[in-house]
């Protein structure tokens, strides 16, 4: 655990220092008004991250999120197009999204087929979903009511709800994961699946379970992403599967599983949304983000890594010469 | 007197193994019955029936004459049987409370973990055994010793009446193994019945009131302890008597193989130094954790020494691989040989012929052919049953694997070979069998390193004995200093009685 | 087994095999891709009147030749335990490189050469950082994703190198004899070279092993660094032999380039019948997976079916051959 | 026997391409002979439109009219459609010359660029900050259209071009874009999205950042997309031409191509039925007609055309 807590705060060290260096030359930037622009504009990046590592907890990895994010946003302004009611199309979105999570997971329980294989074939199965139900039409800002566009940025005590949706989350998986059966058992499972089945955990639906959380986060964030940006279409978040794994390892969730916190990983999603909102302000061209996020990926693993690894047993020190 | 728990016609198979046919098990209220048999005789498998792990084919289990079954290790822990697993199975990323209540743990009011309850729980339980751990530790950061009292908390967690001990003290040390021994009287008072698995015998006739015995996934027979004798046992395990466990041996002793001299390493041993002859069998002795078994992976290129000097034939020779080490002629039979030895996946003679490749490939292209023979030549010398060379490894039983792990070192011909707890978890039959073979290789010239926690095994085959503590050598005991005695007092530091 | 055993017993002498080499044939994985193939084939030529035609097949070839090229490499990677997400950005990278060297005035031998030799320093990167320092392949690998194409980007911006000399084309645009282009003859070479390593060589045996238990494979003498660096350099040389040939099939060079290749590589390994844990899988399976993935989008783009339908396809395709098996045998 | 025409977009479901299809269905009804694949990739990238080539190919389609998603990557595959006969065009977005006949601008690059930036300029007689959000890096015609604006830049004083971003025709990439664009340039006055992507989704950052009246979205956009925008007043006014006329006149062109009543060179008027004829440059391009300028007075008329 010290460990850990170890690496959360250098973590957000790193963070606080490259907002510093950013404020030095521009000010403006850490102006609390454009701080919680950059937390919203990471927003969705947080909520699929905490889907995300928490199937990587349990030894899987989940790259159908993205278009589950997709297809889900898209049925939202269908439905929305359809005169569907905000709260039920809320409901809908979540469901759907857990039940797409929960084909993964039957797949990965029931067949034993591994996760990579699983959804790298549901990835493409659930984008081309959408282009099969709307014929790759794009649902357009003047084909959404206005309510179903306000919600995600309606101002609630200074933040937008979807900040708020993204802090609701936070703290509900914080308590999930730490203070509950299931919780833990998503990291008994990732830590030794072995032990998982002697102390009377099913690892598949442990497994099952964590691809329905990641599934419904990625509809919630589907609907979310649809009304913000208000345009649907086939390609949306598409490679955002990659961003949200890079947050997740970057935030100290070993890709072996078993071990990670929702904190970590809020910090790594925040560390590479606040890279993305510093560069065009520091004026370095956009056309260096990539590089610069693929180099933070790489030194997080070999930090990580190097902080994982055994010190030794130093059996010696209690065998002095006499 | 009632059994609290019996099994009646249970049978489990794998995909190949009939693991058990129709067994019966009895275990009574405040007695502890030691469950007997040769590896692979299926007792772990039975434990793995009454703990929910495996739902048998066939057969009953009762449990106060009620019959039930067990979907799951949750309805087994929920009817009162719990049991601490031949392999430790715990989480290194959970604390000490944690993994003690993991699956049952105490729940505030709002349905959250209560933590607290959890924690003075777990000090609770853990002052029971004896051990004054701190619950919030985190498990991955304790030694062995800890780990399994930790494993042994759990098991009382649950409040269980039925008690599964499965070779509880094979990674256990002297010391501990008494603490357990005591433990076991406790829950015996306490009225608990206990299932108690071991190869030992010492230890089975010490604790136990009863014995079942199983046989290639049978049952043999069962009874009173003291109703039986040691030879009536080991009979009616293997079926046949097995009067002499140590081979003679020609102690033909040659010139000087392998010198090792002021041998470091950062973290594990120093000051390592002995000379190894043609034709010896050197025993190395120390408790769990001595360092012995890093000292031989250093000498076979696995982990970097930081000084010293290895002379072979006298000549100096720096190791850096294990590829080095088969070249030098040092080859390692590792202990563990699930992780280390055996390639579970791959063809049995794929196993053996892997390190010799060089030896049966052309410029790099294999020659199966040449494979095959040198396969054919050691398994047969091994008397390896299969049935058939590209059969895979993983089919096999422990010990035919085990001979398969041998045979692939034997096959690069080597001119040292260290086995490490070559008899570990080893049943009589095939352990008599692995002694003869290693005087069989010390009498054909082969200069032999012996690692063994066992007291009569060392003193039994070895020539000379080192003993190592806390990562050097304390002792080099030959000739009349051969004593268990002596063995003992220098692995756990006790000064020489006056 | 156990009557077997019994039998053995008695004789001692335990027999090379028990299945002759054809009725294990029988019974793989690459007999079921073969069917599937066979199948797409035939419907293929059933649905439409213009892929039965030796010029319009030969076209369809450039779908998946370059991919192959890199899923052989890929195919022994994954079979040794580790993968390797950042080939299409090598070949990003490579063709910038190769651009470059371009504009500096090279002539086809200088760029083969500087694109070989830059996909080799990539490949060097990630044997480096997972073979040299431990680090867990499938992360490196998504961050030398970024990091790669994210210098191509630097180095391009909105630009695009064009204008390669004349008879760089030959190697994506070229035929070698007939309707067999340069890149078909190259896939065909690169896939017996695949195979020779694999199944013929001691390296290939390291790979299976290293993939069944690298902890076992090390206490045997194998050189595991040795072999998994070995690997991520032969990934990058085969990016780098990709990245020539489609930079000479388009003409020109976009950072851009080759997005999303290394799913659809990865997707041609897997359904090949390489077991994505590690171990086990051929270079036949990969071989006949390539042809299968070839021939399928033909087949849907000879329809005008919308490329995402044949991804849904291939999606269900991939999901399908492992599942039916296993649903067949009750798991 | 019909003449296959196959309408190569650069993917499918933009509302614009889908536009130009029904104009290619209209020109298909007119001429009688002819049958319109209306086809692409799902996502703008030039390795899915060489595969859809390469199947159009196979075919034996009698021409190709493309808008390519890069101007050098497909050239290759063009010109081998070429030399198996079949006649390749361009519209909307070009193909470098080795890969087609011609080219069919939507309208003359200089006019557009020199709107784009008049648009911008009508509303800021004081002058100010303005940026560009363009498309993909790679899309030729937007990045010609900014070459010629960058051109005529000086002959609007006080109108300072601040920064050229890339929202990749993303809806969401081009939103961030945009927001970034009005955190890093607090004077901005206006922002020119010469792509209906683009302005769209730049129109929607504007409105959520609170920010109508004050920056001013415009360039090129769909009167359908931009109906809201343009009554909410984040933008005053854009221009577009008419996609159905664009993809209505390269049809007809392709045909007359196709059919050899007209050749492509230098100088060559090639008919286009109701828009006329298109008289080929130097380079063999040719624009189709004048962007048209929307706001609020004609808006409601045009938005439920296209
Ligand atoms: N998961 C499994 N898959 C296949 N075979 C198995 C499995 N588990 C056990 N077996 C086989 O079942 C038989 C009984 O094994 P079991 O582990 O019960 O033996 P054991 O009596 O506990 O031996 P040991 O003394 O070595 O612990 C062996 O032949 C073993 O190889
Ligand atoms: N203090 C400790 N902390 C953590 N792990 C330990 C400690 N002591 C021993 N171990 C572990 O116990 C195992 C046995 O240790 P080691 O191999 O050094 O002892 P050995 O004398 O060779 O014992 P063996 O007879 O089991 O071979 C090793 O895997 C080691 O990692
Ligand atoms: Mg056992
Ligand atoms: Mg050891």
Redo the contacts with the bound molecule.
């Keep these: 655990m010290s460990i850990l807590k170890h690496r959360e705060a250098l973590l957000a060290l790193a963070i606080l220092l490259l907002v510093g260096v950013v404020a030095a030359r521009f000010p403006a930037f850490v102006r609390p008004g454009n701080l919680a622009n950059v937390f919203n504009d990471t927003s969705p990046l947080i909520l699929l991250a905490i889907g995300q590592m928490i199937v990587i907890l349990t030894k899987c990895i989940d790259l159908s999120m993205a278009a589950t994010l997709a297809l889900c946003g898209m049925v939202a302004a269908l439905l929305n197009g359809a005169g569907v009611p905000l709260p039920l199309i809320l409901v809908l979105v979540v469901v759907l999204g857990g039940l797409l999570g929960a084909v993964n997971g039957l797949l990965v329980w029931k067949l034993g087929i591994p996760s990579i294989v699983v959804t790298l074939g549901t990835m493409t199965i659930y984008r081309g979903t959408i282009f099969l139900i709307t014929d790759g039409a794009w649902v357009n800002a003047h084909q959404m009511t206005d309510d179903f566009k306000a919600l995600p940025r309606a101002v609630i005590a200074g933040l937008p709800v979807m900040s708020w949706v993204a802090l609701a989350a936070i703290a509900l998986f914080t308590v999930l994961l730490t203070r509950t059966p299931l919780g833990r058992s998503f990291y008994a499972v990732g830590g030794n699946p072995h032990a998982a089945v002697y102390t009377g955990i099913s690892v598949g639906r442990t497994q099952f379970l964590a691809f329905v959380i990641a599934g419904a986060l990625a509809g919630l964030t589907g609907y979310l992403w649809v009304a913000r940006y208000a345009v649907a279409y086939v390609d949306i978040a598409s490679g955002f599967e990659l961003s949200v794994v890079a947050a997740c390892v970057i935030g100290g969730v070993a890709i072996a599983g078993g071990a990670g916190s929702v904190i970590g990983t809020v910090m790594g999603a925040l560390f590479l949304g606040v890279i993305n909102n510093a560069l065009p302000v520091v004026g370095i061209s956009p056309f260096w983000q990539l590089a610069i996020s693929g180099s933070a990926i790489v030194l997080a693993v070999a930090f990580n890594s190097a902080q994982n690894r055994p010190a030794g047993r130093i059996i010696l020190k209690s065998v002095e010469p006499r | 007197m009632k059994p609290v728990l019996s099994l009646r016609g249970i049978s489990k198979s794998f995909p190949g193994v009939k693991a058990l046919q129709g067994v019966q098990l009895d275990l009574y209220p405040g007695q502890v019955t030691a469950l007997i048999g040769e590896?692979g005789a299926g007792?772990?498998?039975i434990?793995k029936v009454l703990t929910g792990i495996y739902q048998p084919e066939e057969g009953s289990i009762e449990i106060d004459g009620t019959p039930i079954r067990f979907a799951s290790a949750q309805d087994a822990s929920r009817a009162g049987v719990t049991a601490i697993h031949?392999e430790t199975v715990l989480f290194d990323e959970l604390s000490v409370a944690e993994n003690i209540w993991l699956g049952h743990a105490p729940r505030t009011r709002f349905g959250l973990i209560d933590r607290r309850a959890m924690r003075t729980g777990a000090t609770r339980l853990l002052a029971s055994i004896g051990a004054t751990l701190n619950p919030d530790l985190r498990l991955g950061d304790l030694g062995i010793a800890s780990k399994h009292l930790v494993a042994i908390a759990r098991a009382l967690s649950t409040e269980a009446r039925v008690v599964i001990l499965?070779?509880p003290t094979a990674a256990l040390s002297h010391k501990e193994i008494h603490e357990l021994y005591d433990l076991v009287e406790t829950l015996k008072r306490q009225g608990k019945a206990i299932l108690f698995?071991s190869h030992k015998f010492d230890e089975v006739f010490r604790i136990a009131e009863r014995y079942t015995v199983f046989r290639d996934g049978q049952f043999v027979g069962e009874g009173a302890m003291s109703a039986v004798t040691e030879g009536e046992l080991v009979q009616m395990m293997v079926g046949r008597s097995v009067d002499q466990i140590f081979p003679p041996r020609s102690h033909n002793i040659g010139p000087p193989v392998l010198t090792v001299a002021g041998y470091c390493h950062p973290t594990e041993f120093a000051d390592i130094g002995f000379t190894l002859h043609r034709g010896e069998i050197l025993g190395f002795y120390g408790l769990v954790g001595a360092g012995r078994s890093e000292v031989m992976q250093a000498l076979c290129g696995i982990t970097t020494p930081s000084k010293g000097a290895v002379r072979i034939d006298g000549e100096v020779r720096v190791i850096r691989s294990t590829h080095e080490a088969i070249a030098a002629g040092i080859v390692y039979v590792p202990e563990d040989r699930g992780r280390q030895g055996a390639i579970r996946g791959l063809p049995i003679f794929q196993n053996v012929t892997l390190p010799s490749l060089a030896r049966t490939s052309r410029n790099g292209f294999l020659r199966l052919a040449e494979e095959f023979r040198l396969a054919r030549d050691y398994t047969r010398r091994l008397d390896l049953r299969a049935s058939s060379l590209d059969q895979e490894l993983g089919l096999l039983s422990g010990g035919n694997q085990q001979k398969v792990v041998i045979a692939k070192w034997l096959a690069t011909k080597p001119r040292v070979i260290i086995l490490d707890e070559p008899t570990k978890?080893i049943d009589i039959g095939s352990k008599a069998a692995v002694h003869e073979f290693m005087a069989e290789l010390a009498a054909e010239g082969l200069a032999v390193i012996m690692v063994s926690s066992e007291i009569p095994e060392v003193l039994g085959m070895s020539d000379r004995v080192i003993v190592m503590r806390e990562g050097r050598i304390i002792d080099e005991v030959a000739g009349d200093r051969m004593t268990p005695e002596t063995l003992v007092r220098a692995a756990a530091g006790i000064a020489e009685a006056a | 087994m156990t009557e077997a055993a019994k039998t053995v017993a008695t004789g001692r002498a335990i027999p090379d095999r028990l299945q002759s080499r054809t009725t294990r044939a029988l019974h793989s994985w690459e007999t079921i891709l073969l069917v599937v193939a066979v199948l797409v084939f035939v419907i293929n030529s059933f649905a439409s009147p213009y892929f039965l035609n030796a010029w319009n097949l030969s076209d369809a070839t450039f779908n998946f030749t370059e991919k192959a090229m890199i899923a052989f490499a890929m195919a022994m990677l994954i079979i040794a335990g580790e993968i390797d997400l950042s080939v299409a950005s090598i070949i990003a990278l490579v063709s910038t490189a190769m651009g470059l060297a371009m504009q500096a005035g090279a002539g086809v031998p200088v760029l083969v050469g500087v694109g070989l030799a830059t996909g080799l320093f990539c490949g060097a990167v990630n044997g480096l950082l997972v073979a040299g320092m431990g680090l867990p392949s499938i992360v490196v690998t998504i961050g030398t994703m970024s990091l790669f194409r994210g210098i191509s980007y630097i180095v391009l911006g909105d630009k695009a190198f064009t204008g390669y000399p004349d008879g760089f084309d030959f190697f994506g645009q070229g035929y070698v004899w007939w309707v067999f282009s340069f890149e078909l003859a190259l896939f065909a070479v690169l896939a017996l070279v695949f195979w020779t390593l694999l199944h013929r060589t001691n390296f290939g045996r390291a790979v299976y092993a290293i993939g069944n238990n690298a902890t076992a494979a090390q206490f045997s003498g194998i050189r595991v660094a040795r072999v998994r660096f070995t690997l991520f350099l032969l990934t990058g040389l085969t990016s780098g032999i990709a990245a020539i040939c489609l930079t000479s099939r388009l003409g020109s060079t976009r950072p851009s380039i080759a997005t999303g290749f290394e799913l659809e590589v990865v997707t041609m390994v897997v359904l090949g019948g390489v077991s994505i844990l590690g171990g086990s899988g051929t270079i036949p399976g990969v071989v006949l997976a390539a042809l299968i993935m070839g021939m399928v989008t033909f087949g849907f783009g000879l329809l005008n079916v919308p490329g995402i339908v044949m991804s849904i396809f291939l999606g269900l395709l991939l999901i399908g051959v492992i599942a039916v098996p296993r649903l067949i045998r009750g798991r | 026997e019909n003449v296959k025409i196959a309408l190569l977009v650069k993917a499918l479901g933009i509302g614009f391409f889908e536009a130009a299809a029904k104009g290619a269905e209209e020109a298909a009804t007119e001429l009688g002979d002819v049958e319109i694949i209306y086809t692409g990739p799902t996502s703008t990238t030039a390795e899915g439109q060489i595969e859809v080539i390469n199947a159009l190919i196979a075919q034996g389609v009698d021409a190709i009219a493309i808008s390519a998603n890069d101007p050098d990557a497909v050239a290759p595959a063009l010109k081998k459609a070429m030399d198996r006969g079949i006649t390749v065009i361009s519209w909307d977005s070009g193909v470098a010359p080795a890969g087609r006949q011609m080219h069919l601008n939507p309208s003359s690059s200089a006019l557009i660029g020199n709107t784009i930036i008049k648009l911008a300029a009508d509303h800021m007689p004081d002058g100010g900050d303005v940026a560009i959000l363009s498309a993909t890096s790679t899309s030729t015609n937007q990045n010609i259209w900014i070459e010629e604006a960058t051109k005529v830049l000086p002959n609007y004083p006080g109108i300072n071009l601040v920064a050229t971003v890339y929202g990749d025709d993303l809806a969401d990439k081009s939103y961030r874009e945009a927001q970034g664009l009005m955190s890093t340039y607090p004077n901005l006055k206006a922002i020119i999205a010469p792509t209906t992507v683009g302005i769209l989704a730049a129109s929607q950052a504007v409105t959520d950042a609170g920010k109508i009246g004050e920056i001013n979205v415009t360039g090129l956009g769909l009167p359908s997309e931009m109906a809201g925008a343009v009554e909410s007043g984040a933008t005053v006014s854009f221009a577009i031409w008419n996609p159905i006329d664009l993809g209505y006149s390269a049809t007809m062109i392709a045909y007359n191509l196709h059919k050899g009543t007209a050749t492509a060179a230098p100088g060559a008027a090639i008919p286009m039925g109701r828009m006329g004829s298109a008289t080929l440059d130097d380079n063999n391009e040719a624009a189709m007609s004048d962007p048209f300028t929307y706001d609020k007075s004609n808006i409601a008329e045009f938005k439920s055309i296209f």
Excluded: A, M, R, Y
């Design positions: 590896n007792k772990s498998t434990v031949q499965d070779e698995i978890g």
